[in-house]
Structure formats: C-alpha cells, structure tokens
T-cell receptor, first 111, second 111 residues
Framework: EPEVTQTPSHQVTQMGQEVILRCVPI?????FYWYRQILGQKVEFLVS????????KSEIFDDQFSVERPDGSNFTLKIRSTKLEDSAMYFC?????????FGPGTRLTVT | DQQVKQNSPSLSVQEGRISILNCDYT??????FLWYKKYPAEGPTFLIS?????DKNEDGRFTVFLNKSAKHLSLHIVPSQPGDSAVYFC??????????FGAGTILRVKS
C-alpha cells in the first residue's frame, strides 16, 4: 500500500541553524501539507501546497518557513533560523481528495 | 483554537465491547470530518470519514455518526480489540483544505 515517507526521523539542531525536512508524498496525490505537533499539544496546520504554490498557510508559517517541491517526488519544509519553540514533531501529509494521509513524522529538537 | 473538541482525554473499554469516542465542533463551515488513529512515535493513520451531507458512514468495525444540528460526531468501534488501543483524533475541514484537529482521546482496550 502506498505511503507517505519522511526523512530524517529525528533531527537535532542548534538554535539559529537552518533545517530541511523532507517528505515523499504518495505518488498520484496532488495536494501536500505540513503539520506540527508540539509535545502535549494538538496537531496544528502549517501550510498546504497545490500546483506548485502555497494554497493556504497558518499564522505559524512566517517568513522563517518555506516549502518547495524541487522535483516530481519530494516535498520539503525549510526553517531558516530555528528557535527553541520550533521543537516539535513535523508531519507531512498528502491527498488526492478529502482524506489526507500522513507520514511517520520528523522529530525536530532545537537546542 | 477550540473549533474541534474532544472532551474525554481517555476511555477504557473491555475487549469485545463497544468503544464510543466523541467529538464536538463549533465552526458551521466544516463540511468534512475525519477520524485518525495514532500510535506513539508514528504519524496519524486515517480511519474513516464522513461528509456533512451524510449522518452515518460505516467501514467494517468502525462507524462514524454525524449530528449536524448538535455539531457533534462520534466514532463507534465494535467489537473493540486490544490492537485498537491508541490515541484517536477527530479532525474537520471546510472546503477540503487544512484539517483542524481535536486534542485526542486515549483509548485503552483491556483483554
């Protein structure tokens, strides 16, 4: 069964460093998303991407964040200058219609 | 963001009995509702969904009921199995884009 994959599973970085989280969505899906879950909090929406552009973004998704689909398979989330409060699980999701399918997540730890 | 609420943090059920997980929402623009199951250190796994034009959707042991007038939905699992023990998230979308998640309910199925 097709699935969304994410790398790395765990990323540790120092405050102020740039990180890139990678995702491979399900191959015939057209809509791509990033969510995050801070420990003990709800899963929260960051950004959605369709037809090579951002379709919606949350207040969290400020100028420090960017997304890219550099080729036909990968979907990346870049955080330019990480802060301590960026520590969270980051989930990539993809969909063909209304049901979104999630990857296993990347645990980002900012020290 | 309290648009989707799961008021029961946890639920304990005997194997073979019915599990009922509840979810309330406040945004009348929501038109699609989903349930996800999540194990520790994994991403949310899609279980079942329902459109706002329906009041019931069934898939094997899982049934979702939607009461639009009460802005309430529930997930019924019958019979419950020990492997169903996980965190269950209710999520909603308006117009098929970002998902808004509830806080989750921990289900424990005792054998």
């Amino acid at each position: 069964e097709p699935e969304v994959t994410q790398t790395p599973s765990h990323q540790v970085t120092q405050m102020g460093q740039e990180v890139i989280l990678r995702c491979v969505p399900i191959s015939n899906h057209l809509y791509f998303y990033w969510y995050r879950q801070i420990l003990g909090q709800k899963v929260e929406f960051l950004v959605s991407f369709y037809n090579n552009e951002i379709s919606e973004k949350s207040e969290i998704f400020d100028d420090q964040f960017s997304v890219e689909r550099p080729d036909g398979s990968n979907f990346t989330l870049k955080i330019r200058s990480t802060k301590l409060e960026d520590s969270a699980m980051y989930f990539c999701a993809s969909s063909q219609a209304d049901e979104q399918y999630f990857g296993p997540g990347t645990r980002l730890t900012v020290t | 963001d309290q648009q989707v609420k799961q008021n029961s943090p946890s639920l304990s059920v005997q194997e073979g009995r019915i599990s009922i997980l509840n979810c309330d929402y406040t945004n009348s623009m929501f038109d699609y509702f989903l349930w996800y199951k999540k194990y520790p250190a994994e991403g949310p796994t899609f279980l079942i969904s329902i459109s706002s034009i329906k009041d019931k959707n069934e898939d094997g042991r899982f049934t979702v009921f939607l009461n639009k007038s009460a802005k309430h939905l529930s997930l019924h699992i019958v019979p419950s199995q020990p492997g169903d023990s996980a965190v269950y998230f209710c999520a909603a979308s308006a117009g098929g884009n970002k998902l808004v998640f509830g806080a989750g309910t921990i289900l424990r199925v005792k054998s």
